[in-house]
């Protein structure tokens, strides 16, 4: 158990803001550190490479679009009725059909498997997978593996890392 030192509120281990206040978790001498935040980060010499983008549908045939605030990409999702947003961590077993991971999802406190999006007829919902950070629409903290319907403009944030969901 983490315990925030601005409000004094228990956290579970390995969440990385407070899920009352919002403040960070992780010690000030960690957060200066920096951290691998992809697996496509360096090459066989060492120098950075930019990571491969995700390989998405075109937008014309997307159901749904998500909009990374901060960055300004769009990710289309329109092959499958349901995806798995996250980010990939070296070993991990279980992938998320969605990796966050170029846009500083570690940072930001985003899960491996942090929240599932899916499409049932005309209806868009979104599930919070059991994460560390939370995942929040329009700034209410959703309650874990309990279906939550989306609308058009909605923004979601999975921890720190903001998205809008575009539905088309």
């Avoid at 409000?7 to 001498?29: D, H, M, Q, R, Y």
């Avoid at 005309?122 to 560390?132: A, H, M, Q, Y």
């Avoid at 903290?141 to 999975?158: C, F, K, Q, S, V």
Wanted: aromatic share 6%; proline share 7%.
């Amino acid at each position: 158990m983490n315990i925030c030192s601005k409000c004094l509120c228990p956290n579970p281990v390995g969440a990385l803001f407070c899920a009352e206040c919002g403040a960070s978790l992780i010690p000030t001498e960690l957060t200066t550190q920096s951290f691998r935040t992809d697996r496509f980060d360096a090459s066989a010499d060492g120098a950075i490479v930019s990571p491969p983008p995700i390989t998405l549908p075109h937008r014309d045939q997307a159901w749904a679009s998500l909009h990374l605030i901060e960055s300004g990409h769009i990710l289309p999702l329109a092959d499958r009725n349901d995806y798995t947003l996250g980010r990939y961590t070296e070993g991990q077993p279980i992938l998320p059909d969605i990796d966050l991971s170029p846009y500083q999802a570690y940072a930001a406190g985003v899960s491996r498997l942090h929240a599932l999006i899916k499409r049932e007829g005309k209806r868009v919902i979104i599930v919070d997978l059991g994460s560390s950070n939370g995942t929040y629409v329009n700034g209410k903290r959703l309650t874990t593996r309990t279906e939550h319907l989306l609308n058009h403009g909605d923004i979601i944030a999975l921890g720190k890392l903001k998205l809008q969901i575009l539905l088309h």
